[in-house]
């Protein structure tokens, strides 16, 4: 599949009708898996116990109810992290709800957690956990809060027991811009409470030998007092990771102005820069002692390479796909072990936090 003879196409329907169409074609098989002879050991990334194949995953917010993992790990990907799943069914924003920008290579989105609920995740997960053999990669669940829910305890800790233990790792969600207050639980207070409640359902309903690792995802609109209040409170909670960053409210000067106009949380391109930013004072604020997820605005290997110098372990993506078509991931993958070759690495594993020599001792850093 050529795809970029297919997106004039595809960029004629509104961009939440294209994104029903990639996920209607990637479970009909039109989208054909990936098939690679590379040799990606280079790329292998064990992180808590998990096996990554390689570190290259996708973002949440693609895959929402997870009906298509399969296909999606069959592009590329290391990893696949659906949702965000709320506890009850709700509809979203009104549409039009995402708008694309092809000149900067941009989307904004206020969708406003739309899904059909924690049971219809559920059953969907339970038959991906069901192929036998299940498929390669790692599979991530991100969790959040119904829009009406004014305790945000309650929805994590019922997400944590209904699905906590058919994830490889669960991410809290508290950076989408688009449900009031969920923001607030950046918080060194807050952040503190709906951790520990998120940490405590995990001992409660999730194995004790393997339990499935806790990250949260944060905003890229955070002051450096925040940034260090955060940094403080993710070592001090006992999370396991931290996945920086989630869209962006900022509108950078050179978007145009109808499209800077709408509401919503920005990603992609514009993106790119502020994200690594956020990652790279993570991992000086932590001192490389929490691993990171970098995401936001990569679009090449190099990109990704940027955010894995900056001290992500892994990265992810989500608003390149709308641009540069499904098998971004393996091309990604591809480029990644050109760029270690070039820097004299024999493992990614030793890029990670390149950018902090002298500052952080490599037995850290690796
Ligand atoms: C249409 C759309 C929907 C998204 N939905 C979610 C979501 O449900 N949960 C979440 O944590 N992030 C969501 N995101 C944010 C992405 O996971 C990612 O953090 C962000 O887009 C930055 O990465 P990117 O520039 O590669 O897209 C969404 C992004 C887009 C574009």
């Keep these: 599949m050529d795809y970029q003879k297919l997106r004039p196409l595809l960029f004629m329907f509104p961009a939440e009708t294209a994104h029903s169409l990639a996920i209607k074609a ?5 989208v054909k898996p990936r098939a690679s002879t590379d040799d990606f050991s280079a790329l292998k990334t064990q992180l808590w116990h998990l096996n990554f194949p390689t570190p290259v995953g996708l973002a949440a917010g693609f895959d929402k109810n997870a009906d298509v993992i399969p296909a999606l790990l069959g592009l590329g990907f290391g990893f696949v992290e659906c949702g965000t799943v709320t506890p009850k069914q709700q509809i979203g924003n009104p549409r039009p709800r995402i708008f694309r920008c092809p000149e900067q ?20 997960f339970a038959k991906f956990l069901a192929q036998k ?22 929805d994590y800790r019922r997400l944590i027991a209904q699905i906590g233990a058919m994830a490889d790792y669960i991410t809290i969600n508290i950076s989408s811009p688009n449900t ?30 393997h339990p499935p690792p806790v990250l949260v995802k944060l905003a890229p609109d955070l002051s450096e007092v925040q940034q260090a209040e955060l940094a403080q409170a993710a070592l001090d909670s006992g999370i396991d990771g931290l996945i920086l960053t989630n869209t962006t409210l900022a509108r950078p000067a050179d978007l145009p102005e109808k499209f800077a106009a709408e509401k919503g949380g920005l990603s992609g391109a514009p993106l790119k820069e502020k994200s690594t930013e956020i990652i790279h004072n993570f991992y000086a604020l932590t001192k490389g002692q929490i691993p990171i997820i970098g995401v936001g605005g ?24 709308v641009y540069h078509g499904p098998y971004l991931a393996h091309d990604i993958n591809e480029g990644l072990l050109k760029l270690l070759q070039k820097d004299g690495y024999t493992h990614i594993s030793e890029a990670v936090g390149a950018n902090h020599k002298g500052e952080i001792p490599h037995e850290i850093r690796a």
Excluded: H, W
């Design 26 to 30: 990637l479970k009909s098989g039109f």
């Design 105 to 124: 290579r941009a989307v904004i989105n206020r969708m406003g957690f739309p899904g059909k609920g924690v049971q219809a995740f559920k059953d969907n």
């Design 133 to 154: 053999p299940r498929p390669q990669g790692v599979v991530g669940i991100n969790i959040g809060m119904n829009k009406d829910q004014t305790n945000p305890a309650d």
């Design 180 to 209: 009031p207050g969920l923001r607030d639980l950046q918080k060194r207070d807050a952040f503190l409470d709906i951790t520990s409640a998120v940490l405590e359902a995990r001992t409660k309903y999730c194995s004790t030998d």
């Design 298 to 321: 990569i679009e090449n290997a190099a990109d990704a390479y940027d955010k894995i110098k900056a001290g992500a372990s892994m990265v992810q993506l989500y608003s390149a796909l």
